[in-house]
């Protein structure tokens, strides 16, 4: 499977893991719609690829009613879509006990609703057209809740099951369905991760710090996609190492877990 020429819709496309597929893709040659809040980022972020063949569309994952007039601007761009990438999103860093009721609402909003409103606006382009793919970027906490990251962990658990729910659906129509789950990867999410009255975070997590560089992870990303993979997991090996341990033994991670320093 080359990339040349493909379509490719990024969200979350304005830094971090988003702005390294697209400076990846574009040096593959592919065609990008590069969406984010932040359109002057995006403009900075299309000067590094090629911009001929890169357009910038705007979009707010919070504003599920403007989904379907997005798509339908993202389909004049280049006459078509190949591949959604997903991976728009917020984290957070607050105890459960600590966290307001709207930022769990405010995190969900984003992180699942507004994956699943678009993913439903494109969805019935891929029936029609019988291809496509849906990459979305969810999180090694999507398979296990850490501390301070209760609703980022309820929101990307959710995002596996509504779509390995919908692989299930259009396999039929030739549509397929990849799950990437990150580890720590070296970009601002903890930054801009919210606390419990919903402020942001402002500072760089240690682990993070350490992680994969947004290149890497989006080098092993591309191998997924071409792979079709359902279900992709990209980080240092004891990120990798908790979901197995999660799966086979999950008293001791639980104990390991309960371990995670939180102040």
């Not at 607050?94 to 439903?120: H, P, R, W």
């Not at 990307?156 to 129509?173: M, N, P, T, V």
């Not at 710090?209 to 071409?226: R, S």
């Amino acid at each position: 499977m080359s990339f040349h020429k493909q379509v490719f819709w990024i969200t979350g496309a304005s830094s971090g893991i988003g702005k390294a597929i697209a400076i990846e893709l574009s040096k593959q040659g592919s065609q990008l719609i590069i969406s984010s809040r932040n359109e002057a980022a995006l403009n900075a972020v299309k000067n590094e690829c090629n911009s001929e063949k890169t357009i910038v569309l705007p979009l707010d994952l919070a504003q599920h009613d403007q989904m379907a007039e997005n798509v339908k601007k993202a389909l004049t761009y280049f006459g078509k879509i190949d591949v959604l990438i997903n991976n728009g999103g917020i984290s957070q860093r607050s105890l459960t006990k600590n966290t307001l009721l709207e930022v769990d609402k405010q995190i969900m909003a984003v992180n699942y609703f507004g994956t699943v409103a678009l993913t439903k606006a494109l969805l019935p382009y891929f029936i029609k057209q019988q291809k496509g793919h849906f990459v979305t970027i969810t999180s090694i906490v999507g398979k296990i809740g850490t501390p301070l990251r209760s609703s980022y962990a309820a929101s990307k658990h959710a995002l596996h099951g509504f779509f390995d729910s919908l692989r299930a659906e259009i396999y039929e129509d030739n549509i397929t369905v990849t799950l990437a789950c990150p580890g720590f990867v070296q970009t601002n999410v903890s930054m801009n991760a919210l606390t419990g009255d919903g402020s942001k975070l402002g500072k760089m997590d240690a682990a993070t710090q350490n992680g994969l560089t947004p290149q890497q992870f989006a080098k092993q990303l591309f191998k997924a996609i071409k792979a079709k993979k359902q279900e992709v997991y990209i980080g240092g090996a004891k990120e990798i190492l908790a979901v197995n341990v999660k799966r086979f033994f999950p008293k001791l991670l639980a104990k390991m877990i309960r371990k995670i320093e939180v102040t």
